[in-house]
């Protein structure tokens, strides 16, 4: 039998205080910019979940020296190392992973593998495939053209690089990161409208804090530099528990995610303050706050689309429809997520619609459901949220949010305790 996991309503408003575990996304840019400095960098605030740990094993295979140490959130790395012949990238169900470790790779002369799980298998990687042919690499898709598996080598010239933005970020991240270490540099032209552009900006700091500017989409060639780096906690990973507040009522507070949070996914805030909350923002701290009624919204989520499945949780106990636009490429992600949020909503009664390019959800009181999460840790951490209002919500296979929160449900259960 599928496993399965029960959330209990609330029955009084929430008032409490979370640290979310760190960002999946800086842990792994801080990652393999170590991995690419020569010498030690210690990462401090480190995420300890599935796409982390798979970073961590893809640096290895590159070459670095990775000492973990799960209790204190630390990190070390040795950097500066090169892939033993034959080596093997696993990035498990992890496209940051996947989509950073081709090009670091590429950088190599030896030939690497990266593959993944059948999910990851049936994402997109055209594009940085491509990309990598364009600038000197040698590329070879061991199953179907676009995807995983490929094996990939070097060196790589470098210089102008032509690359899709409408899929994914995650390409240009990928090869902006390798870019210092290519012969000419790099200078990225976009063949269409990026999306997730925050993601984008957050490369380019953490490239600038292991020292190489990034101008423009231009990278000269240059080195990395080792550092002792801080790791804030993860903002999609907190707006579950804003999302919670929104539902439940109450307060509650995110520690560690100030004005300065390097992290797109703290405008989640910002969409809950138009739905009728309250957010406080100060340099270490984000609070929402929910009192009144939660109104309907029109919203482009293409900058924060990691949030749009938490906001259809939301939009349930809103007093009018919701509109979420602008993220039709999360149809690629871990599974289709429009569609699987739209049919699991309806599975609980919700009128909930699919659109070309998002949903439209109308609000309503959800019937007792248990609810499938297609592998998608963020159906699971998202879907649980209706359980903290409506009674008889169970949510199959929760172990899936291993993916970037082994912990989430003991940490929902401390908050609503
Ligand atoms: O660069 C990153 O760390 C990420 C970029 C986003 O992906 P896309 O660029 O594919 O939208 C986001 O959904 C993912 O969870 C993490
Ligand atoms: C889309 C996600 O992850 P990735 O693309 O890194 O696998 C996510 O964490 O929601």
């Known amino acids: 039998m599928t496993e399965s996991r029960a959330v209990s309503p609330l029955h009084r408003p929430l008032d409490a205080t979370v640290r979310p575990p760190g960002s999946k996304s800086i842990t792994n840019r801080a990652l393999l910019c170590a991995a690419l400095a020569p010498g030690e960098s210690t990462l ?35 950097g500066g190392g090169a892939p033993a012949p034959g080596a093997i990238v696993d ?28 999910q990851l298998r049936a ?38 690089v032509h690359v899709s933005g409408h899929i994914s970020s995650q390409f240009l991240s990928g090869l902006l990161m390798a870019g210092p270490l290519m012969r000419d540099g ?40 080792p550092r002792v780096y801080d790791i804030e906690p993860d903002a999609s990973a907190a707006s579950y528990f804003l999302g919670a507040a929104a539902i439940a009522g109450g307060r509650v507070t995110v520690s560690g995610l100030g004005t300065a949070s390097l992290q797109g996914d703290v405008r989640f805030a910002d969409v809950l303050e138009r739905m009728g909350a309250t957010v406080t923002r100060t340099g270490d701290s984000l609070t929402v706050t929910r009192s009144g009624p939660l109104h309907g919204i029109d919203v482009d989520m ?55 390019d998002g949903f439209t959800i109308t609000p309503g009181t ?13 159906m699971a951490m998202s879907l649980s949220l209706l359980g903290l209002r409506a009674p008889g919500i169970e949510i199959l296979d929760p172990t899936c949010v291993a993916k970037t929160y082994p912990d989430f449900f003991a940490d929902l259960d401390a908050l609503t305790r």
């Open 44 to 78: 401090t605030g480190a995420l300890f979940a599935d796409d982390t740990r798979a970073m961590m094993q893809a640096v290895a295979a590159l070459g670095a020296s990775v000492t973990a140490d799960p209790p204190s959130r630390t990190v070390t790395v040795a």
């Open 91 to 118: 990035a498990r169900q992890s496209g940051t992973t996947s989509r950073f470790a081709l090009p670091a790779a590429a950088l190599f002369p030896t030939r690497t593998v990266v593959d993944g799980t059948a």
């Open 123 to 160: 994402r997109p990687f055209g594009p940085v495939l491509d990309a990598l042919r364009q600038v000197g690499a040698k590329v070879e898709e061991l199953g179907e053209p676009g995807f995983l598996p490929a094996a990939v080598s070097g060196p790589m010239h470098g210089g102008a």
């Open 186 to 225: 790099l200078e990225v032209s976009l063949t269409s409208e990026l999306v997730s552009v925050p993601y984008v900006e957050m490369t380019k700091a953490v490239m600038a804090s292991f020292g190489v500017t990034v101008e423009g989409l231009t990278v000269r060639p240059g080195a990395y530099t």
């Open 302 to 356: 293409a900058d924060i689309s990691d949030t749009a499945q938490t906001l259809a949780a939301v939009a349930v106990f809103a007093d009018s429809p919701t509109r979420v636009r602008g993220i039709g490429f999360i149809r690629g992600k871990e599974t289709d997520r429009i569609a699987a949020v739209v049919t699991e909503l309806r599975r609980a009664g919700i009128d909930a619609v699919e659109d070309e």
């Open 366 to 378: 959800p019937a007792p459901a248990r609810f499938e999460t297609y592998e998608d840790h963020r």
